[in-house]
């Protein structure tokens, strides 16, 4: 059974840092794209960030500068440490993992991160 389930999320003021896990269980982490989506109440999901297998990082315009994603393939984790955080990023996070093999999608649950001003 594929399970993505985040953790790390919570109320912060801003200025301030999350750092938000992602624990990976029932797929090859390693040949999954993973990477970060939120949505804010009212609005689409849009793509934070994300990490391909062989390395590199993709960033959402408004978030560069402020958030580093990262993976740990021993321990079938992805991270996003979230810094400078704006009441703008307050949204519900989700981790998300395509693998490049099979293109089969996994996500989490979501977890919620809220920026107060």
């Known amino acids: 059974q594929v399970q993505l389930v985040e953790s790390g999320g919570g109320l912060v003021q801003a200025g301030g840092s999350l750092r938000l896990s992602c624990a990976a269980s029932?797929?090859?982490?390693?040949?999954?794209?993973m990477g970060w989506y939120r949505q804010a109440p009212g609005k689409q999901r849009e793509l934070v960030a994300s990490?391909?297998?062989?390395?590199?990082?993709n960033y959402a315009d408004s978030v560069k500068g402020r958030f580093t994603i990262s993976r740990d393939n021993t321990k079938n984790t992805l991270y996003l440490q979230m810094n400078s955080l704006k009441p703008e990023d307050t949204a519900v996070y989700y981790c998300?993992?395509?693998?490049?093999?099979?293109?089969?999608?996994?996500w989490g649950q979501g977890t919620q991160v809220t920026v107060s001003s």
């Open positions: 990490i391909p297998v062989g390395g590199g990082t």
């Open positions: 998300n993992g395509v693998s490049v093999f099979s293109g089969v999608e996994y």
């Open positions: 029932g797929i090859f982490f390693g040949i999954n794209v």
